[in-house]
Nanobody, 125 residues
Framework: QVKLVESGGGSVQAGGSLTLSCVAS????????MGWFRQVPGQKREGVAL???????TYADSVNDRFTLSQDNAQKTLYLQMNSLKPEDAAMYYC???????????????????WGQGTQVNVSA
């Protein structure tokens, strides 16, 4: 079983920045993808940013140009730099790791087999 541990959440004012980290116990798959999803109570979990087996990064339209993914393979850590935060970015942020399938779009190819426990991000107006 892969264990994912997120950190870095917190409370900031609108316009502020946070950096989330996700440490994986192992990658498990040679073809793996990792990413961040977020969820607000009562709403569906939505994809935020994803890196696939080829290193291609995909971002949700709502965070494009504000959020940046980076990865430290030696430390098995995925980072999400979040700038210019908006109140609508407030959510529980979850890290995911999964098998990267061959077919489908970027989001569809990542099977999100494993999830972390989440880290809360609060953004005040």
């Amino acid at each position: 079983q892969v264990k994912l541990v997120e950190s870095g959440g917190g409370s900031v004012q609108a316009g502020g920045s946070l950096t989330l980290s996700c440490v994986a116990s192992e990658y498990l798959y040679s073809r793996y993808c990792m990413g961040w999803f977020r969820q607000v109570p009562g709403q569906k979990r939505e994809g935020v940013a994803l890196i696939d087996v080829d290193g291609k990064m995909t971002y949700a339209d709502s965070v494009n140009d504000r959020f940046t993914l980076s990865q430290d393979n030696a430390q098995k850590t995925l980072y999400l730099q979040m700038n210019s935060l908006k109140p609508e970015d407030a959510a529980m942020y979850y890290c995911t790791l999964g098998y990267n399938d061959y077919f489908g779009d970027s989001w569809g190819k990542c099977r999100t087999n494993f999830w972390g426990q989440g880290t809360q991000v609060n953004v005040s107006a």
